[in-house]
Structures are given as structure tokens and as C-alpha cells.
């Protein structure tokens, strides 16, 4: 049977790749709740690019179990990562045998769906995508809206991953089934460790870049000190540059990241899964990480208290850090 991708969270980076899968012919089911869902169901799912506006008029349900599963099914994850056990949990209720693919940040998503599933892609997400009102998504790199590699977890490739690649290619990304496609997520993690910095102080604070360095150097040194390998630097440049190519959208630009947007929305964030990791990785590896600890607190602390994104200063967590 051909694949259905049942898309589980469609907000910033889910809903794109629904809506794109959907527009390239792809059979799609979305996952949403509240407004969002209704919204989607009464209008459709409107994505805003650069090149203009589209509507998909794509299948949305409430929860994984009011939908029938079938053999070949895909389950995309698109949560944040603090939702993601929740959603295992029910979904290994209703679908057991299917194949779970985690189009999320951070690591710590595949090791929970293999705690549940057999069957578990990986997917590298580097896609610059919003969401703030119910039915709509926008997606601010075009033409190309993202990369998306694909490899088994926790390791090689196999026809799934090929024939996930081969769909989201055809939708548009970049996408390519890659055995080591952990590697690009361990150093997408690094890049994500400065998502709490810019939610805290905002992408205009003249200390931001020190603070993401900070932050960046110890999950380096973590990763180096646990012998997790990473690709960085001219590996990582090499798959962004010429794809990923941010422009407005509507005349404004992209306002922050997804740690930004979660804290704009009010919501939580996701910095247990990103900082957290590393806070981890050095507590059991015996390297110091008051930064990305620091960023945690604080990301934390202002979600639970229902601060808005940027009303700290770079300044204030650097003296802290003193």
C-alpha cells in the first residue's frame, strides 16, 4: 500500500511539511487541537511563503486515535519535544507496528520512540517556520522551504527511510536518506542550544552572540568528552548555504526561534530537551555547564511565569554567570 503520513502536531515545521506532502499528491492526515484544529477543518491549513500564499484543504483530527491506522503508515512527529511521551504513549495504544519519524529538535525524541516502537526514522529538520495564528503556518525560506534528511535510528538507512527522503523531495525540501543522519542532529542540537538565549533576551540583544557561543562551546565540549560525533562547521554550511534562504514574508521577517515563539504563545519551552541535554551529558561526564544550566533556569522560569520572549537582557545572565 502506498504511505499515509499522519502528521502529529501541525504547527510551524509540521504543518509545512503536511501542507507540502499534501500539495505534491502525498496522502495526509494532520494531528492538531484546539483552535488550530478548527481552524484547519473550517478553512483549511493557509501556508505563507516569500512566493505567496496557499491554502490546503487537508485532513485534521484531535488526537492518533480517531484515526485508523494501516499498514505503511508513517507517523511524523512534529511536537515539541516535551509533548512527545505523551503522544507515544497513545499511540502505541492504537498503532503498535508503525513506523515513527521524528521531524523534531534535540536527540532525546528517537530514544523515547524506541523505547515504544521497532520501527524509527530519524529526521534532520533545519526549517524556518512560524506559527502564531490557528490555520496558519509560515515557512520564510524559499524556494527551497527546508532541509529534511532522513536515516534509520540509531544508525544506516533502509527502503523507509529511502521512501520518506523520496516524498519529501518531491514536496520540495532537501531531503536525502543519510546513514549518519545523527550526526547532523547532535549538531543541529548545538545550533539549538542558543534557541533559549534568543527566547530570553531577544534576537536584537547585543550580548546574544556571546551567550550562544557560551552555550555552544560547552555542548561541544560534552559531546567531544562522550564521544558523540557532530557535524558542525563547514558540514553544516555546506547543506544550509544555497537551500536555506530566508526572506520575508509579508513584508516581515522571521521573528525568532521556535523557543521565541513557544514563549510568545505562552506556552513551554523546550530547553529540558536542548540545554538539558547538555547539562546532562557534563554532569555525567565531568564537564562544567553553568550556560546552557543558566539558560535552562531562566527559559523556565520565565515560561511558568508567563514572561514574553526578549524581556530579560544578555547582559543580566552574563553577570549571573559571573
Known sequence: MSTRYVVVG????GGTIGARLHAAGRDVVLVARGAHLAAIRERGLRLDSPDGRSVHRVPAVGSVREIGFRPGDVVLLAVKSQDTVPVLDELAVVAPEVTVACAQNGVANERSAAARFDRVQAVLVILPAEHYE???VIASSAPVPGVLDVGRYPSGTDPTSEAIAADLAAA???ARADPA???GKYGKLLTNLGNAADAICGPGDPDLGRIVRLAGAEGAACLAAAGIAARTGDDDRVRREGTITERPVGGRARRGSSSWQSLYRGGPV???FLNGEIVALGAAHGIPT???AELLRVAEEM???GEPPGSRSGADLLAALR
Not at 10 to 13: E, I, M, R
Open 290 to 292: 553553568p550556560v546552557n
Open 10 to 13: 501541525a504547527g510551524a515545521v
Open 181 to 183: 543522519v545523527l550526526d
Open 134 to 136: 490557528p490555520g496558519v
Open 303 to 305: 515560561a511558568a511565569a
Open 172 to 174: 520540495g525540501f532537501a
Open 270 to 272: 523546550e530547553a529540558r
